[in-house]
């Protein structure tokens, strides 16, 4: 068993944290990453009630006695904070991790609450400010993440250095993570924990589309493509992802490419499964995941390699 700085604090098991991804993280990746002994997140920003978010926070906890955490969004209005916050506190959420500009706020709330928090981060330049605010750690997600990696370019291994030169804070890194080489390098290079997002995607507890998960195992690690360049989205290459390129490269205003970005996400992109006309938020290492199956699989598989290289392999290829 591999016990961190991460696993202690958050009462976790494992070093595997899954990823909030919105439309995505719903309650049954949530709920089988929590039994496989991981903390999974749940994406707030799914639901537009409280009374929703609520029903989904009980029907996980009906499920699994294990801890589990929030993705919080800091872009939410006050209306949509006041709402997630409000059912975190009062389903006595352990975790939130957010993500975004301008966190002072979001952060200051959630810890007055009593409510562990780390914030994701592209760059080593917001890492003091997150220290200061009060966050218990920070994750550090590279260019090669998907989803919105920010408009830096840095890579992931790059920017986890950075960070921990520049702070005393537990580290969690992210993009690029699938097994447990990518568990067992983070580690080795000061990491607390890793976390993954795209390869739950390919997992069957995954509520998407089969046909989704079918396109991350044909996919080649040079299939994903970054698209809105006034906030970077690495999304699966297709046809949508092209005619949103040829948008930014024509007259047309930022607020109508987010219109039609807009209209090509959202939770029927996943669940329809259509890979042409939406837009698929998809990391690099969709190229090197093979296969579907349970997540509590995945964390297990990660877990056993990773010990097995830190153990076996690699005294065996470098020790005297």
């Known amino acids: 068993m ?7 604090l958050f009462g976790i098991q494992h070093p595997i944290i899954q990823g909030g991804m919105q439309h995505v ?12 002994g991981g903390l999974g997140l749940l ?20 499920k699994t006695s294990n801890p589990f955490g929030l993705n919080i969004p800091t ?19 352990p975790v939130a991790e957010t993500s975004g500009a301008k966190p002072d706020a979001v952060i200051g709330a959630l810890k007055n609450a009593g409510i562990k928090v780390f914030h994701k981060i592209p760059t080593a330049r917001f890492a003091a400010k997150l220290e200061k605010l009060g966050c218990d750690a920070i994750a550090v997600i590279g260019h090669e993440a998907g989803g919105h990696p920010g408009p830096f370019g840095v890579v992931g ?10 702070v005393k804070l537990p580290v969690i890194m992210g993009g690029g993570i699938y097994d447990g080489r990518g568990l067992i390098g983070a580690l080795a290079m000061g990491a607390e924990a890793v976390l993954m997002a795209t390869r739950f995607i390919a997992s069957t507890e995954a509520d998407v589309a089969d046909s989704i998960k079918q396109w991350i195992v044909g996919s080649a690690t040079t299939d994903t493509i970054m698209v809105k360049k006034e906030n970077p989205n690495r999304v699966a290459r297709s046809n949508a992802a092209y005619q ?3 948008m930014e490269k024509s007259d047309k205003t930022q607020s109508q490419i987010l219109e039609i970005t807009t209209s090509m996400k959202g939770r029927d992109a996943w669940t329809g499964g259509d890979m042409s006309s939406r837009l698929h938020s998809m990391g690099q290492i969709c190229g090197l995941i093979k296969d579907i199956k349970p997540c509590a699989e995945i964390i297990r598989d990660a877990v056993e390699m990773a010990e097995a290289i830190m153990s076996g392999e690699l005294k065996k290829k470098f020790g005297s």
């Open 43 to 62: 994406t707030c920003s799914n639901y537009s009630t409280k009374k929703d978010l609520v029903a989904a926070i009980k029907e996980i906890k009906s």
């Open 244 to 246: 949103v390129l040829g």
């Open 157 to 166: 291994p790059i920017v986890l250095k950075e960070v921990m030169d520049t």
């Open 2 to 8: 591999i016990r961190t700085k991460i696993t202690e």
């Open 25 to 36: 993280s719903t309650p049954p990746m949530v709920i089988a990453v929590a039994n496989g």
């Open 75 to 93: 872009g939410a209005t006050p209306e949509e904070f006041d709402m997630y916050l409000g059912a975190a506190v009062e389903e006595k959420i």
